[in-house]
Nanobody, 120 residues
């Protein structure tokens, strides 16, 4: 399984951004997947996840109501729609596969991250 995140960029507070994670090397529907982020000087933290049946989604409290995780099986991508962005959302965002847990240790595969910078 290989993952590649894209869609990051520099935006202003209040703007929206959509991240995408391209999935290859397996059946995208067989995997629960998640998004994590890591800000400078901080540990990697859970952002959102979706189970392999797309029936359950989980969000960090800090993004609940602003971010939406989704899967497009036809395009083999995992998406993260980010609205009402805040400077605190600035981080490198990573997609991962293997779990829908909030614990990064439960994920088996990781993609390269994409930088999101939110200016005030």
């Amino acid at each position: 399984v290989q993952l590649q995140a894209s869609g990051g960029g520099l935006v202003q507070a209040g703007d929206s951004l959509r991240l995408s994670c391209a999935f290859s090397g397996g059946n995208v529907r067989a995997w629960s997947m998640g998004w994590f982020r890591q800000a400078p000087g901080k540990e990697r933290e859970f952002v959102a996840s979706i189970d392999r049946s797309d029936s359950s989604r989980h969000y960090a409290d800090s993004v609940k109501g602003r971010f939406t995780v989704s899967r497009d099986s036809a395009r083999r991508t995992l998406g993260l729609q980010m609205n009402s962005l805040k400077p605190d959302d600035t981080a490198v965002y990573y997609c991962a596969a293997g779990s829908s847990s909030t614990d990064s240790a439960n994920y088996q595969f990781w993609g390269r991250g994409t930088q999101v910078t939110v200016s005030s």
